[in-house]
């Protein structure tokens, strides 16, 4: 399909994991965990370039050069075998179906038909006021500078699953800032209010209705990831209640520590399609969330779809380009993916839902 090396960043990224893994804990684990992912998160296949890249510790080159003159898949796994320790790796399951840093530039430049540079909208990022590094103001002014028109600003609402959360003064005063912004700012680029909400155990949500009008709802599960119980009702529940706009990173699985959570997801994406609720591809790269599989049953079902890059700080905000590549590798169609929308399609999309925050 995409014209990848033999020996991807992928593979070599999870040959450092696992040889991490084979190790006691200690400095030599932390330094092959760390080249692990400097690989992984690298934009470019190592396999024929000259340089490895900087963030590689010292102490791992000797091992990544070694691991990157392999030929083959199966000559860097009999590499792993002759160098592991004495533990067997463990987290190897919860690694896979992630695209690296490479595989996303790969996708996206084979797909000339969507465009990272032609989303229109950057959705669901964070600021200081739950837990991102940066203002809200200089997020915005981050997203205008990559071109966005228009923004969706989508902090944690304050409760059981955050305590740094925005309470009800606290999204009162973000309003009044996004409202300044969009009078000096609005014309350039518009900013929306959202709120990451929590879906609490019995599927309702962690703000009461008469607190969600004017928000953009983001709704997602923190909580019982690991509890291998089935959640669809839970999830079916959420889609039910009013006002929500999109369910954010629906598996709640995270990079070499969980699966996520398990539910009949078809049932729940005919059930998001049916009430209109979009589903989110969350970019953050150690989420990526839906992945492409699932990704592509909700687009059989119907869904609609926000890129997210749930961006903690400025640097953080193209993510939304491995939400992108994720969405390009389950066949989303452009007419699917909400940030493709001008402004004022998106006012159109919201107006027909009854969420008008404009
Ligand atoms: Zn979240
Ligand atoms: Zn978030």
Known sequence: MYPWPVVSNAVLAEALFQLAESLSPGEDRLVLLRAGYAVFDHP???????????????????????????QSVDAVQAAVQRLAGPHRPRHAGSRQGFLTAADVAAVLDLEPRLRAQELRGAVHWHTRASDGAATLEMMARACMRRGSSWAVVCDHSRGLACVNGLDEEGVRLQQAAVRAWNRRHGDEMRLLQGLEVEILEDGSLDLPRSRRAGLLVVAAVHTELGDRR???????????????????????????????????????????AAADVALEINGFPRRQDLDAGLAAVAAAAGCSFILASDAHHPRHLEFDRTALALAIQAGVTRGRLLNFLPVFGLEAALDERGLAPF
């Open 44 to 70: 470019r296949e190592l396999t024929g370039s000259r340089r490895l890249p900087e963030t590689v510790p010292l102490d791992a080159l000797p091992t990544v050069t070694m691991l990157r003159q392999c």
């Open 230 to 272: 089935d959640q669809t009702g839970r999830l079916l529940r959420a889609l039910e209640e009013p006002g929500v706009w999109a369910l954010a990173h629906p598996r709640g699985r995270l990079f070499a520590r969980r699966g996520g959570l398990r539910a009949n997801w078809e049932l729940v994406f005919r059930q998001a």
